[in-house]
């Protein structure tokens, strides 16, 4: 009765993880771009050249990329936050709170400056660091030091690239995290099977929001809008 059991739960498994991979996976990777989206070639693609995972997102916010940008420049715990679900975050201390206005100390970014992911001396030192960025554009975040550190570190060697597209009506927000990682079991497992569909869910959450707040922004006063960042 127990190995029947079991088999049960293996065939049920495999049943799950079939379909996850035919019919759910793909959407994840993709969800909102189109497919010239998809296959063009964004800044930032050269820092990891041979990905293991690689997600391109997208959404059309009716708002001009100047009503866009504060919201991506302000990202970062200590700072704007990650306009997702943050209460989720905060279960695992990351601290995250989640500006609905723009904050003009946290408009300024250059490169290499440091986006963190959580708090100062949390057990481990989750942080990007700004790669490329043109105001009202692009911008690329990367996990700092060589591959082989992160490695080291159990963690994947990635970049966040956020891209911004004047279109007829408003704005294209599209975004794309590339990785690579060791191939052993434990990698593909945490950084493809386990981190692919969590990303997805915390990042579809964020462009709504930015949507969101960059619609209510464009729609404001005009001397109520902030200065735009150098």
């Known amino acids: 009765m127990i190995a029947g059991l079991l088999r049960g739960i293996v ?60 919201w991506l420049v302000q990202m970062g715990q200590g700072r704007g936050g990650l306009y997702s679900y943050a209460w989720l975050e905060n279960l695992a201390g990351c601290d995250l709170h989640n ?44 996990t700092p030091g060589p591959p082989g550190e992160s490695f080291q570190a159990g963690l994947p060697f990635a970049t966040w690239t956020f891209v911004l597209e004047a279109v007829s009506g408003g704005t294209r927000l599209i975004t794309r995290w590339r990785s690579d990682f060791r191939p052993t079991a434990a990698g593909w497992l945490r950084n493809k099977h386990a981190l692919e569909p969590v990303h997805f869910l915390m990042e579809r959450k964020m462009l709504l929001t930015i949507r969101a707040l960059a619609e209510r922004l464009a729609a404001e006063p005009a001397e109520a809008a902030p200065p735009r960042a150098a």
Not at 15 to 44: K, M, N, Q, S
């Open 11 to 70: 065939v049920a498994g495999a049943i799950l993880a079939g379909a996850y991979a035919r019919w759910l996976r793909p959407r994840i990777l993709r969800w909102g771009a189109t497919d010239e989206e998809v296959a063009t070639a964004l800044p930032g693609d050269e820092i990891v050249p041979h990905p293991r995972s690689l997600l391109t997102h997208a959404v059309t916010i009716a708002a001009p990329p100047g009503a866009v940008w504060p």
């Open 99 to 142: 500006a609905r206005r723009v904050i003009p100390e946290f408009q300024h970014l250059e490169v290499g400056d440091r986006v963190r992911l959580v708090p100062e001396g949390y057990r481990v030192p989750l942080h990007f660091v700004v790669a490329a960025l043109q105001p009202e554009r692009v911008l690329v975040l990367r």
